[in-house]
């Protein structure tokens, strides 16, 4: 079973930048679709961005375009997460999920779309 830990979560003052790791143990990681989610206090876990199995193409929510910018290194079994400008409303859990596909990832932006789950890194942005 695949399986993801999350790291790099802390705390962070508005304008500042934080990158999360997500690294698999358990079976292939290329083979996997990644994306990074995020649940703040009270409201649903949504989805922020997603990644090809092969790292060849990234999508972004609108919230997050040009702020975060996601990554993976097959040969490390690990994703990343690289925020900048991070604003108090980016303070949430974050949470990286997989999914074992290969092809495009461009419509998976649902819980429902990923088997596994990290256990979440915790971001607050706050001066």
Same mark, same amino acid.
């Given at each position: 079973?695949?399986?993801?830990?999350?790291? $790099?979560?802390?705390?962070?003052?508005?304008?500042?930048?934080?990158?999360?790791?997500? &690294?698999?143990?358990?079976?292939?990681?290329?083979?996997?679709?990644?994306?990074?989610?995020?649940?703040?206090?009270?409201?649903?876990?949504?989805?922020?961005?997603?990644?090809?199995?092969?790292? $060849?193409?990234?999508?972004? =929510?609108?919230?997050?375009? $040009?702020?975060?910018? =996601?990554?993976?290194?097959?040969?490390?079994? &690990?994703?990343?997460?690289? =925020?900048?400008?991070?604003?108090?409303?980016?303070?949430?859990?974050?949470?990286?999920?997989?999914?074992?596909?290969?092809?495009?990832?461009?419509? =998976?932006?649902?819980?429902?779309?990923?088997?596994?789950?990290?256990?979440?890194?915790?971001?607050?942005?706050?001066?």
């Amino acid at each position: 079973q695949l399986q993801l830990v999350e790291s $790099g979560g802390g705390l962070v003052q508005p304008g500042g930048s934080l990158t999360l790791s997500c &690294t698999a143990s358990g079976y292939t990681f290329a083979d996997y679709a990644i994306a990074w989610f995020r649940q703040a206090p009270g409201k649903q876990r949504e989805a922020l961005s997603l990644i090809s199995s092969s790292g $060849g193409s990234s999508y972004y =929510m609108n919230s997050v375009k $040009g702020r975060f910018t =996601m990554s993976r290194d097959n040969a490390k079994n &690990t994703a990343y997460l690289q =925020m900048n400008s991070l604003k108090p409303e980016d303070t949430a859990v974050y949470y990286c999920a997989a999914e074992h596909y290969q092809g495009t990832v461009i419509s =998976m932006w649902g819980r429902d779309e990923y088997d596994y789950w990290g256990q979440g890194t915790q971001v607050t942005v706050s001066s």
